[in-house]
């Protein structure tokens, strides 16, 4: 039984707000790090999942685990509304930055839904990543997102998205972010590092061809994973997904760092 508890650490992020992380810390020398990143409105805890994740992939490998919240989110400081790819993107660099200043081993940054599109961008641009899989990621969120805009009053700079938990608010600068960012051209980038892209064949939130042109925008080595019968959440068949990111993890690992900048 794995009794290793995660420990509360705290950074800033580029506007100086404080962002809320847990780390669980591996056996593997030297210390390597895999960073978990949640999906839009969620949490680095997952409901508990994500955790329960962490300490399976890092009991069968060694590696360190590091999960947190977007500014916005869970017990980081910030606004909802006032999330935008940028700023995750800018969120997620310095979580990298955090673990490359204390441990010589390398980064791997996995990312959910609209977590494994934040990671696919910030690793296009950031090689001290040696490697990225996405569970369920959107391959053109500006789409995705426009689609659920139910519109904003003509006195508020806020929009109304119709997401499956109800609907929420955001300010408009989310969609103009949206489009500064190619999500194929990015995935395009990440080779010669690993990409693994992971997708339920049944989700309804996002629809499995995302992941199929994800795979087909990037470049070898890559590996395209479809879970039967999983929805958006991985509520059916989680197990096999958590099979598919052990595999990712290992053949990360034994791969060269002679290309890493």
């Not at 420990?7 to 707000?17: E, S």
């Not at 929009?159 to 949206?178: M, N, R, T, V, Y």
Request: charged share 20%; hydrophobic share 40%.
């Amino acid at each position: 039984m794995d009794n290793r508890v995660y420990a509360q650490i705290w950074w800033k992020n580029p506007d100086g707000l404080t962002l809320s992380g847990l780390f669980l810390e591996g056996e593997k020398q030297p210390q390597s790090v895999l960073i978990i990143c949640h999906g839009f409105t969620g949490s680095k805890e997952g409901g508990g999942r994500t955790l329960e994740m962490g300490r399976f992939l890092s009991s069968k490998t060694g590696i360190s685990v590091l999960v947190f919240d977007f500014a916005g989110n869970g017990e980081s400081q910030g606004q909802f509304e006032d999330l935008t790819l940028s700023g995750q993107i800018n969120d997620l660099t310095t979580a990298v930055t955090w673990c490359r200043e204390r441990f010589p081993g390398p980064v791997l940054t996995m990312g959910r839904s609209f977590g494994g599109t934040t990671v696919i961008c910030q690793a296009a641009e950031d090689h001290r990543v040696r490697s990225v899989c996405t569970w369920a990621a959107p391959a053109r969120p500006y789409d995705l997102f426009a689609g659920l805009a139910m519109g904003s009053s003509p006195d508020s700079e806020l929009i109304s998205l119709q997401s499956p938990e109800g609907s929420l608010q955001i300010k408009g600068a989310f969609l103009d972010d949206l489009q500064k960012h190619d999500v194929l051209r990015s995935a395009g980038l990440i080779a010669p590092r690993r990409l693994m892209v992971v997708h339920g064949r049944r989700d309804e939130s996002v629809s499995p061809r995302d992941a199929e042109k994800i795979y087909a925008a990037a470049g070898e080595p890559k590996t395209l994973r479809f879970i039967p019968d999983a929805d958006h959440r991985f509520q059916v068949n989680a197990g096999l997904a958590w099979e598919a990111t052990l595999e990712w993890i290992r053949a990360a690992l034994a791969s060269p760092r002679s290309f890493q900048k």
